[in-house]
């Protein structure tokens, strides 16, 4: 009896994922909780696990995007034997029936079926209406075998692999940058039209061989999905990336460790490498936008098109907060095992405020306002991939050493690539800090669904006017975006002057006054 092995629930906003990079491989024997493949959203790349002990048949490949729920492979009982394909003992018989008498100088042509197969765009989940062809492995008049990869396909919210279904010679149709609908012709393949074997028999190679070799040129230097969209998020082309995995493909982790080259353009025809443009040169380098991009480009637009955002500023003496850390960061951290840092106090502010004024922690539903009796607060932390938010669960019940601990393994995650999408969805109100990397003052937009969104900047010590007196302090500039829809000025910045004295006076987070 076999296991099937489906697609997880990964999110309550999730309905379909990307088959990322096989870690076994079809035939192979696993055991329970053995690692068999990375799985990809728009939001976090996860791992999925055996669910039980035999062998292993895939039926979805990497590139493929699924639906929750759907049967990507199985796991059939039994023991290493039944992992061999029944045609395997075909291939076996055929290299050991080599000919000894005859050598053929070349395999002739053989005439084919007359067959035609067309190759369409396949379906790729249902709010995807067309695709773009990426990069062809395989060109006109070549022959192909059944599961070469043909060409990279690519949607708005991944790229996966299209490969061929029959055996022959191709035709292709639709030309790289093409945009194709759901069910557009690809290309055609003329059904066993061609030769696989264009070798001498005398090299006495296997067929398998023969036919796998295209396949391994073209994994040389290709990236896998999870690895092409970490390169496209940084801007560094495949080129310039040596591959670890195997045939020299890029994995993920090629991928985070690369660093960006200088881009050098293709000379004339030649071939040669064209050499830098000198300093001051007036020379252009355009780029096609990923699909990856062109999403988050959409949805910041949406986000800015459908609510009424606007932004308001205080700012905030640092100097107690920075005195109470430096009398008791020592304790602190030899007692809980973790820094006192920034966050906790603007956390636990944010949420004292929240309460207080609960139209902030609000979001609109159509024509309805559902208000949050708990405070899940969102931490903009930086990935491989980019700034990310994991959410810190009812944050109003944390003492600091409790939100620090959150915050140190929600970062760690994030480092990492481990989050999962339950640890990004849901938050109530997100916390920004973009003073980190230096900004002095910005207007940090909403993190949809939620209705408003604080930003932290850098402190800088400045001269203020203190009883009559000059004196110098380390303040921070604040600012606190919201939807205008459901939270009025006089609850914005009553919310952000809330924020303002429980951080400017910490014993108020204490005493909860």
């Keep these: 009896m076999a296991l099937d092995i489906k697609i997880p629930a990964v999110g309550e906003s999730i309905t379909e994922v990307t088959i990322g990079k096989w870690v076994k491989k079809d035939g192979d024997t696993v055991k329970a ?12 790349t996860f791992e999925l696990n055996s669910e039980g002990a035999g062998i292993l048949r895939i039926k979805a490949k990497e590139g493929d995007v699924v639906q929750v729920g759907a049967v990507i492979a199985s ?14 003992a075909p291939a076996a018989k055929a290299e050991s029936a080599a000919p000894s008498a005859t050598k053929a100088p070349a395999a002739a042509p053989s005439a084919g079926t007359g067959e035609v197969k067309e190759i369409k765009v396949p379906a790729v989940g249902e709010s995807i209406s067309e695709v773009t062809i990426g990069t062809w492995a395989k060109k006109t008049g070549d022959f192909v075998q059944v599961e070469d990869l043909l060409c990279e396909i ?8 299209l490969r061929a279904e029959v055996a022959g010679t191709l035709e292709t149709v639709a030309k790289q940058g093409d945009v194709l609908p759901i069910g557009g012709l690809v290309c055609k393949i003329k059904v066993g039209a061609g030769s696989a074997t264009a070798a001498p028999q005398e090299t006495a190679a296997p067929a398998s061989t023969a036919a796998s070799s295209g396949g391994s040129d073209y994994a040389k230097g290709h990236a896998a999905p999870a690895a092409a969209k970490i390169l496209d998020e940084k801007g560094i082309a495949a080129s310039n990336v040596q591959g670890t995995g195997k045939d020299g493909r890029i994995t993920k982790e090629d991928a985070q460790n690369a660093q960006n080259k200088p881009v050098e353009k293709a000379a004339a025809s030649n071939g040669a490498a064209a050499p830098k443009a000198p300093a001051g040169s007036r020379v252009d380098d355009r780029q096609k936008m990923t699909s990856l991009r062109k999403t988050i480009s959409r949805r910041l637009v949406a986000v800015k098109n459908e609510t009424a955002m606007l932004t308001t500023f ?5 100097k107690p907060i920075m005195d109470l850390r430096a009398k008791y960061k020592d304790s602190f951290k030899e007692k809980n095992g973790v820094n006192l840092g920034f966050m906790s106090f603007f956390t636990k502010a ?33 990935a491989p991939k980019g700034l990310v938010v994991p959410v810190i669960r009812n944050a109003e019940t944390m003492s600091f050493d409790q939100v620090e601990k959150e915050v140190v393994r929600l970062a760690l995650k994030a480092r990492d690539n ?18 980190i990397f230096g900004s002095m003052m910005s207007t940090p937009i909403i993190n949809a669904p ?15 006017a203190v009883n009559g007196q000059v004196v110098i302090l380390p303040m921070m500039y604040l600012a606190l975006s919201y939807d205008h829809r459901i939270i009025d000025g006089r609850e914005s910045v009553g919310f952000l002057v809330r924020v303002k004295q429980l951080l400017e006076d910490p014993s108020r987070l204490l005493l909860g006054v």
């Design 450 to 464: 939620q209705s408003a969104i604080l930003g932290m900047h850098n402190i800088v010590e400045r001269p203020m």
């Design 350 to 382: 944010v949420c004292q405020a929240l309460l207080e004024y609960p139209s902030v922690n609000a979001y609109i539903d159509g024509e309805e306002i559902v208000y949050h009796n708990y405070c899940d607060v969102s931490i903009a932390v930086s």
């Design 418 to 435: 481990k989050l999962t999408i339950d640890e990004m969805s849901g938050g109530t109100f997100t916390i920004t800090n973009g003073g």
């Design 75 to 88: 796991i059939e009982e039994g023991g290493a034997a039944a992992a061999k394909p029944a045609d395997a």
């Design 33 to 44: 909780d053995e690692l068999l493949l990375e799985i990809e959203s728009d939001k976090a």
């Design 154 to 161: 690519e949607s708005d919210k991944a790229t996966f692999e």
């Design 314 to 318: 205080n700012e905030v003496n640092m």
